[in-house]
């Protein structure tokens, strides 16, 4: 279950959120819980959730060592400052924010992972695709160019999110029939690449709208492995419900 704050709260509303959420999900163990702060709240955020069940995450990464990249974080700064894992192919980063392409994605992929990160890989399509048929295309291509060129032993430390950009931030959630069916078709596209077996235990999260009273009807399909949550992720409360449907 991760939450994604996007660019909100400063480091003293990160401790103010975990002095209320550690105790929420104390001693739950059903599933990892993960938060993605704003770089600049990564630190407060892991002193804040030390000894905790919660863990820690960049929303983004670059995927150079270090260098001339004025404005970029790479994988090692991340871990360094105890992320343990890291957000790739946001789609705000893919259509909002930046231009970030698949290649781009599969090659911060293989930076986290080299940088001992664990990336959670963000495919969706946009609302004119989803009006137009063309879900299963666009993740199809998706998956080709952003992580079927992972190595085998690269793909198994990879969770992919599934987020349809019209269910981000609209309200507007994916009904659970609409996201396990796009989850079966990653899953197909894994087992064609990676076999049945690397495909049978690779995590998808959904997201795209989650709030406490739709995470039960999503969390009850098989393909749903956990979910990926924006702006229900911001208040502790909200988040520890989310958390407790795992
Ligand atoms: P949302 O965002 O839950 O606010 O729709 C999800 C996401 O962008 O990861």
């Known amino acids: 279950m991760a939450g994604n ?6 480091p003293q509303e990160t401790a103010t959120f975990f002095q209320r ?13 993960v938060i993605f702060p704003p770089s600049i709240d990564i630190a407060a955020a892991v002193a804040s959730a030390g000894g905790s069940n919660i ?15 004025t ?11 105890g992320a343990r894992w890291v957000l790739v192919g946001h789609s705000e980063r893919r259509h909002v924010v930046t231009h970030e392409t698949d290649a781009d994605v599969l090659k911060k992929t293989q930076a986290a992972l080299a940088g001992g990160l664990t990336p959670i890989v963000c495919v969706g399509e946009r609302l004119e695709e989803h009006k137009a048929g063309k879900t299963n295309e ?3 291509k998706q998956f080709a160019a952003g992580v079927a060129g992972l190595t085998e032993e690269q793909f198994a430390q990879v969770v992919v999110a599934y987020e349809p950009v019209w269910a981000i931030g609209t309200g507007q959630t994916a009904t659970p029939e609409i996201a396990a069916a ?25 997201g795209g709208s989650v709030k406490p009273d739709n995470i039960d009807g ?19 409360d909200s988040f520890s419900k989310i958390v407790k449907a795992a």
């Open 218 to 236: 999503l969390m009850k399909e098989v393909e749903i492995d956990g979910a990926l949550v924006g702006g229900a992720s911001l208040d502790p």
């Open 182 to 206: 796009a989850h079966k078709l990653i899953r197909e596209e894994a087992d064609k690449r990676f076999g049945t077996e690397a495909a049978a235990k690779m995590h998808i999260l959904y």
């Open 21 to 33: 959420f550690v105790p929420l999900v104390s001693g739950m163990s059903q599933c990892e819980i």
């Open 138 to 140: 666009v993740l199809v």
């Open 55 to 69: 863990a820690v995450g960049g929303q983004n990464l670059y995927w150079g060592k270090e260098g001339a990249f």
């Open 71 to 81: 404005g970029e974080i790479s994988a090692e700064m991340l871990a360094a400052a």
């Open 5 to 10: 704050w996007k660019m909100y709260k400063t």
